[in-house]
């Protein structure tokens, strides 16, 4: 787990692939574990230590993550979410090919037992939009970059999916992804007000130098 940036009230990290944000029935290391044993070392802490979960990013999405270290701080953050102060931005690489860039407005709803997205009607979604640009092709790849208005589950997996344009690796949403393959979506930019200065802090995540971002680099 690497620490981007830390002080009294704010953990941002790096979160890695492939682990989940916070325990779930796999029983696998996830990231609020991570983020406590590190602060329980780093500080000596006996017993529990906090750790907030203000946002999420899917198991298979790596990128920047801000964590909370105490409950004021996980509160004015959730509130920045909720007032829409916290802006995220991610890079994607999807198969097919995209106008050069469009806002994607949807309707999603999510079904628990499969945990899986759809798009539906406005009756029985949540309001779900994202803007995008392309910033590269190559063949039938088109590398994007998004910036996520709300923080739907799965939304922008499902909202690219839906326009036939499914992201690259996806194992969830595109029928024709190869086992292996690593989904690729990655969290690259977040920008949020301090809990509590209200400075404007933001922060930068890179890609990883893998298949297919590789392509584009």
Known sequence: MKVIFED??????????NVPMQE??????????????YLKVKYNKPGNVYCGLVHRLDRPVG???????TSKAASRLSDSIRTNKMNK?????????LPNEKVLKDYLVKDEKTN???????KYGKYSELSYKVLSR?????????????????????????RNCPLYG?????KDAKVGQQLALWATELSFPHPTTQEILSFESNLPNTEPWKQFM
């Open 8 to 17: 009294n009230h704010i953990l941002v990290i790096e979160k890695p692939i």
């Open 138 to 162: 190559k063949e039938n790849l088109s590398f994007i970059q998004i910036d996520l208005k709300t923080g739907r589950s799965h939304q922008i997996r499902v909202q690219f999916a839906s």
């Open 24 to 37: 779930d029935s796999s029983e696998d290391m996830d990231v609020i574990r991570l983020a406590k044993e």
């Open 63 to 69: 990128g920047v993550v801000v964590l909370a270290k």
């Open 116 to 122: 899986t997205s759809r798009v539906t009607s406005e």
């Open 170 to 174: 996806d194992q969830r949403y595109n």
């Open 89 to 97: 931005k991610y890079c994607a690489v999807v198969v097919g090919q």
